[in-house]
């Protein structure tokens, strides 16, 4: 039963940020977190079940394309949190790896829109970002032209900056909410309690 009600609700908070013109960081932020708490409460085993469930559900509203990159990466980061949850790992193992998974599953879902629009999105984010740098560097009075590698190697790393917020938010939000929900997650380090100490529910 739960594998079915908390599959629902993230193929349900997939549609939203598909669709709703608003609350897309609420929805970002609260998509791996049903299949999290699946794997808390009942092992990695439902968590998988859930996960296939929420595709097969989604390709069906969705289409064969869209409901699937549901996985990339929300459903690959759900199940690696709900797995360090479990286990009582370091937050800075949950954390670390959680941001390359997240920063992955971005660069997925760019190449998979590229293919489905016909056009390198990645070249086109990177070829934009360089003009505006191009110009804030002519404000400041820098001459020298900046190189595109220079801007993906920027780019690459904006996104994962992203990412490392967006799974330290998840931590905080998993740690202040699943322990009313039975499904408490480890503790968090000394250097970042300060971070999450103040719960604000």
């Not at 969705?62 to 690696?80: D, K, T």
């Not at 984010?125 to 801007?151: D, M, P, R, S, Y």
Request: glycine letters at 8%.
């Amino acid at each position: 039963m739960d594998t079915a009600y908390l599959a629902a609700a993230t193929a349900l908070l997939w549609v939203a940020l598909y669709y709703l013109p608003v609350g897309s960081p609420l929805f970002r932020l609260a998509l791996p977190l049903p299949l999290a708490l699946l794997q808390l409460r009942h092992g990695w085993r439902c968590a998988l079940e859930g996960l296939v469930v929420t595709a097969l559900l989604l390709v069906a509203l969705m289409g064969p394309i869209r409901g699937p990159l549901v996985v990339f990466p929300y459903g690959a980061l759900a199940l690696w949190l709900g797995w360090c949850w479990r286990r009582r790992t370091s937050w800075w193992l949950s954390w670390g790896v959680g941001s390359l998974i997240g920063a992955a599953g971005f660069l997925v879902r760019v190449a998979v829109l590229s293919v489905l629009v016909g056009e390198n999105l990645w070249v086109v984010i990177t070829t934009a970002a360089a003009g505006l740098l191009e110009k804030l560097a002519g404000w400041v009075g820098l001459a020298a032209g900046v190189e595109l590698v220079q801007v993906q190697l920027a780019a690459l790393g904006l996104v994962w900056v992203q990412n490392v917020i967006l799974v330290l938010a998840l931590h905080a939000v998993a740690y202040w909410i699943f322990p009313r929900l039975q499904a408490p997650i480890s503790e968090p380090p000394d250097a970042l309690r300060a971070l999450v100490a103040l719960d604000p529910l």
